[in-house]
């Protein structure tokens, strides 16, 4: 293709990128990219600053509860701990979303969520808590979902990677 206009081409290929950043498309939510484990946990009690554990749990890591000790050269408190390199984030309290999750994971015969995608208006077909099983993803609820277990505790769709 022949540009009469370079400048006109690059302007065009900003304003694509500014579209598409901006746009209101939904996409579902990733729990697994917060501090707080995707509002999981409540109450901040610490911070720990430790670069050295980012090769033992990557980029990020919920461990969950921990009744605290040394760590890092420091000591560590009792609450519920989350990985996001290179901090870790100590909590004292579950949230109520945290206490949905538990409930979505039927039981612990679900582990690992990967996606929330929230779709209050489901309930009227599903009820207030409904186990679909596997599906393949895809669009769902006005966003991209991917492939999981699927269950429904109103008003979110929890998807997770392990059925245990």
């Not at 390199?85 to 679900?110: E, I």
Request: aromatic share 16%; proline share 6%.
């Amino acid at each position: 293709m022949h540009v009469k206009h370079p400048l006109a081409a690059v302007a065009a290929c900003f304003m694509v990128v500014f579209v598409m950043t901006k746009s209101p498309m939904a996409v579902a939510e990733n729990p697994a990219k917060t501090a707080d484990a995707g509002g999981a946990y409540t109450k901040l009690i610490t911070k720990i600053h430790c670069p050295q554990d980012q090769e033992r749990y990557g980029d990020f890591h919920d461990y969950g509860y921990w009744g605290g000790g040394p760590w890092c050269g420091q000591e560590g408190p009792a609450g519920y701990w989350v990985w996001m390199a290179p901090v870790w984030y100590v909590w004292g309290a579950v949230s109520d979303q945290a206490d949905l999750a538990v409930q979505a994971s039927l039981g612990g015969k679900y582990a690992n969520l990967i996606s929330r995608l929230h779709c209050p208006e489901d309930e009227q077909t599903y009820g207030a808590l409904h186990e679909y099983g596997h599906w393949g993803g895809g669009r769902w609820c006005g966003a991209e979902a991917p492939a999981g277990y699927w269950v429904y505790a109103a008003p979110y769709w929890h998807i997770w990677s392990t059925a245990n």
